[in-house]
Antibody
Framework: QVQLVQSGAEVKKPGASVKVSCKAS????????INWVRQATGQGLEWMGW????????GYAQKFQGRVTMTRNTSISTAYMELSSLRSEDTAVYYC??????????WGQGTTVTVSS | QSALTQPASVSGSPGQSITISCTGT?????????VSWYQQHPGKAPKLMIY???KRPSGVSNRFSGSKSGNTASLTISGLQAEDEADYYC????????FGGGTKLTVL
């Protein structure tokens, strides 16, 4: 079945970086864009950016420009999201989601990132 | 780009219909028919319920419908069921992607 499986929970110190992976299966990885969305505890969804796995092209939300990098490894059908200069406000669940017909139709299970000294 | 505006909460009794609004601007919701809606149960990933304003993905109940008027998109759920109790988010594509603040639906 079509699914996205994300890497496990992370605990980081302020100022560090985190890299979350998102492995696709059940479909052709390069045929659909991947979005990254995060959600702080008790808060709403926040879009971070997208990546085209075929070309590697990316588009980032203005808020994260300069701090986020989205990459992929097509040989293992995996997308990555790296966020640098972490601060406490970055503590959240991070989701990858497949983009299809202007809707995110398949979501990963989420990766909890905790930023704490 | 500012978040889309949704009511914080709505409620309804089983069998009733409810509507959740999502207000944007002429630059996002008003310009394109590219609004999607997501359902999220506690501790779970969001689920796509409506895309391109009014289309339902395969497997989504026809009790869920979407529409748009001007700068406001709406999600209507008819024949409310207990399992519909969840958070609902609208999302618009307009150069960038922006979500609404979310609406908590309570089934009384």
């Amino acid at each position: 079945q079509v699914q996205l499986v994300q890497s496990g929970a992370e605990v980081k110190k302020p100022g560090a970086s985190v890299k979350v992976s998102c492995k696709a299966s059940g479909y052709t990885f390069t045929s659909y864009d991947i979005n990254w969305v995060r959600q702080a505890t008790g808060q709403g969804l926040e879009w971070m950016g997208w990546m085209n796995p075929n070309s590697g092209n990316t588009g980032y939300a203005q808020k994260f420009q300069g701090r986020v990098t989205m990459t992929r490894n097509t040989s293992i059908s995996t997308a990555y999201m790296e966020l640098s200069s972490l601060r406490s406000e970055d503590t959240a669940v991070y989701y990858c989601a497949r983009e299809a017909f202007t809707g995110m139709d398949v979501w990963g299970q989420g990766t909890t990132v905790t930023v704490s000294s | 780009q500012s978040a889309l505006t949704q009511p914080a909460s709505v409620s309804g009794s089983p069998g009733q219909s409810i509507t959740i609004s999502c207000t944007g601007t002429s630059s996002d919701v008003g310009s394109y028919n590219l609004v999607s809606w997501y359902q999220q149960h506690p501790g779970k990933a969001p689920k796509l319920m409506i895309y391109e304003g009014s289309k339902r993905p395969s497997g989504v109940s026809n009790r869920f419908s979407g529409s748009k008027s001007g700068n406001t998109a709406s999600l209507t759920i008819s024949g409310l069921q207990a399992e519909d109790e969840a958070d609902y988010y609208c999302c618009s594509y307009a150069g960038s992607v922006v979500f609404g603040g979310g609406t908590k639906l309570t089934v009384l």
